[in-house]
């Protein structure tokens, strides 16, 4: 592994089935995030997490829910999905989250579709 | 509220030289950063302002004025490859990124 990897790639799913998009990072990062993206809106962060046993909510944590167990991975669960939820789901991590330099580090993505 | 304003699409020719815009108006700052992603792709780290100035790396600059909430990163020598979208992204007081939509650049040879 070299970086950040995140399965499945793309997803196809029935409205109200539960959903675990999965983010596993190799860099020995502390922070770690979730956004999704839409189109013609910008990356809208979901969770993150600082370090391992914490998790913090962020702009729309609505409908999803995290876990982390240790430094590298990072799921995110739709215990109910809906069609809103249609989306690119990007996990990315970064060094540390409060510090201004430190570049996030994306994973390539996860394209959820809810019918 | 905070808002990330860039512009959606802009054309270019290869070779030449585009700038592209962006301005922020956010709850605290802790630097200002621009990220390249392609079509179908990761958003990839390009630059990072703080302060007040220019940055260049090789082709690329990026410009920050924080008392005018403005930045501009700057293409030059351009290549078929630059055809992208590029993202602004402004970390806020929380040291959380607020994220424009992205600006789609379209490289005519």
């Known amino acids: 592994i070299a970086g950040i990897t995140q399965a499945p790639t793309s997803q196809i799913l029935a409205a109200g089935r539960r959903m675990t998009l999965r983010c596993t990072q190799d860099m020995r990062h502390n922070a770690m995030y979730w956004y999704r993206q839409d189109l013609g809106l910008g990356l809208r962060l979901i969770h993150y997490s600082n370090t391992a046993g914490t998790t913090g909510k962020g702009e729309v944590p609505d409908g999803y829910s995290v876990s982390r167990a240790n430094t590298d991975d990072f799921p995110l669960t739709l215990a109910s999905a809906v069609p809103s939820q249609t989306s690119v789901y990007f996990c990315?991590?970064?060094?540390?989250?409060?510090?201004?330099?430190?570049?996030?580090?994306f994973g390539p993505g996860t394209r959820l579709t809810v019918l | 509220g905070q808002n990330i304003d860039q512009p959606t699409e802009m054309t270019a020719t290869e070779g030449a030289i585009v700038q592209i815009n962006c301005t922020y108006q956010t709850s605290g700052f802790n630097g200002l950063f621009w990220y390249q992603q392609h079509a179908g792709e990761a958003p990839t780290f390009l630059s990072y302002n703080v302060l007040d100035g220019l940055e260049e790396k090789g082709r690329f600059s990026s410009f920050l004025s924080r008392s005018k909430g403005y930045s501009y990163l700057l293409l030059k020598e351009l290549q078929m490859k630059d055809s992208a979208s590029y993202l602004c992204a402004v970390m806020d007081s929380n040291y959380q990124l607020i994220w424009g939509a992205g600006t789609k650049l379209i490289i005519k040879p």
């Open positions: 990315a991590s970064s060094d540390s989250i409060s510090s201004g330099s430190n570049e996030q580090f």
